[in-house]
């Protein structure tokens, strides 16, 4: 997020109007919405990875070589356009763009300046350019595909024969805007036509085939597409042994530096011991930190990974906590302890919601304290209104189903 966004950007939302109530406890009696979800299938598993596990000096030594030697490389196909792409873009699938994320942006910003040289591409390197331009935010318009495609609405003939043209053309074509509607009926053709020919097709190129028709690579999980794609690689005899040797390395460094978060988070999460005391509630712990990982699995991003994984842990505590459990009585009290942001009612509250409310409350000065060492403490208030969002209507729609 800009530092330019003002302190005071967030809107201020209005105090919960609930009338003060008494002591509420917890009545075992009670009737209660309960879903008895399972319990996490993880236990500790995670805790278990020390921090000797990470030294691997060796290994990012070596990577720091590589690195250098594939920069030079790339580097020096500045004046082979097609190849340098075809580099750029195997890359990327294996997971590497971080490393080249300036070459990369400076490969695409010569692309995109020349577009109109592409005239002599064939449907492959065409739809590669597409791709990896639109991928980078690229204004580039699908009319470059006009010249393949026939009256009929669908490719022409002489390039059903073209499988890794009309495999590539599918690829970027999963990148297409409402305003390339035109393209639609092309793509559904294409499709059926790769799905007819799949069986008659070597191994190696009937799996890119199948996979490609089942999930593209545009909507795939970056983390599982690296690690799909060292296989297909490695299979395609003129790739770059080097760039092979990169990638699996610094896939299996980034896997360790995962693990050790995970770890971190585990333990965070086992001291709380907030599972015990809202024992009604989902413990998907490991689960959330996955969902971190498919968004940005990077090393620069740690923190915003912690940070997230421990948001989606505790935010499903909360929403069970109002879906499954609390009553509307003693989630009028934890809303309005929220909506205040103070401790002052905290006493009143049953155990379980206690013990999470103080929990959110400790989440809120960790967080603080990352953020003021960033410079960016004036990001906080948006995350206290989302939970203070969150808990006003979930109560509004208690009553509209209880």
Not at 207 to 220: E, G, N, P, W, Y
Request: hydrophobic share 35%.
């Amino acid at each position: 997020m800009a530092n330019c966004v003002p302190s005071n950007a967030c809107s201020t939302l209005p105090v919960c109007s609930f009338q003060a109530a008494p002591s509420v406890s917890t009545n075992p009696t009670h009737d209660r919405r309960c879903a008895n979800f399972p319990p996490s299938k993880w236990s500790n598993y995670f805790t278990g990875f020390a921090k000797r596990d990470l030294d691997l000096g060796n290994v990012s030594h070596e990577i720091e070589e590589l690195r250098a030697e594939v920069r030079q490389q790339l580097n020096a196909l500045a004046s082979e356009p097609l190849k340098q792409l075809k580099m750029v873009d195997a890359i990327q699938l294996l997971g590497l763009g971080y490393h080249f994320s300036e070459e990369i942006e400076q490969t695409l910003e010569s692309l995109s300046a020349n577009i109109f040289n592409t005239g002599g591409y064939d449907l492959y390197h065409t739809s590669l350019c597409f791709r990896l331009l639109r991928q980078h935010g690229y204004n580039v318009s699908s009319a470059i595909f006009n010249r393949f495609i026939n009256t009929n609405g669908g490719l022409i003939e002489d390039l059903l024969s073209d499988v890794q043209g009309m495999l590539s053309f599918y690829e970027a074509a999963q990148l297409r805007l409402h305003k390339d509607a035109a393209l639609d009926e092309v793509v559904a053709k294409c499709a059926t036509h790769l799905e007819s020919i799949a069986p008659n097709l070597n191994p190696s190129l009937n799996r890119q085939v199948t996979a490609a028709l089942k999930q593209s690579l545009h909507k795939d999980i970056p983390r599982l597409q690296a690690w799909k794609y060292f296989s297909t690689y490695q299979e395609d005899e003129s790739h770059d042994k080097t760039l092979l040797k990169l990638a699996k390395l610094d896939f299996n460094l980034l896997q360790k530096y995962h693990q050790q978060e995970l770890s971190h988070i585990s333990k965070w999460w086992k001291d709380l011991d907030l599972p015990s005391k809202c024992h009604y509630a989902r413990d998907r712990l490991v689960e959330a930190y996955i969902w971190a990982l498919t968004l940005y699995y990077e090393p620069q991003y740690s923190l915003g990974r912690m940070i997230f994984t421990k948001v989606i842990a505790l935010a499903a505590v909360l929403d069970d906590t109002y879906d499954a459990y609390g009553t509307i009585d003693e989630l009028e009290l934890l809303t309005e302890a929220i909506s205040r942001g103070d401790t002052s009612s905290s006493d009143k509250m049953p155990t379980y919601a206690r013990a999470l409310y103080q929990t959110l409350l400790g989440f809120y000065d960790e967080i603080e304290v990352h953020l003021a060492r960033e410079g960016r403490s004036y990001q906080m208030p948006y995350l206290k209104e989302a939970v203070q969002i969150t808990c006003v209507i979930n109560p509004l729609y208690y009553n509209l189903s209880s």
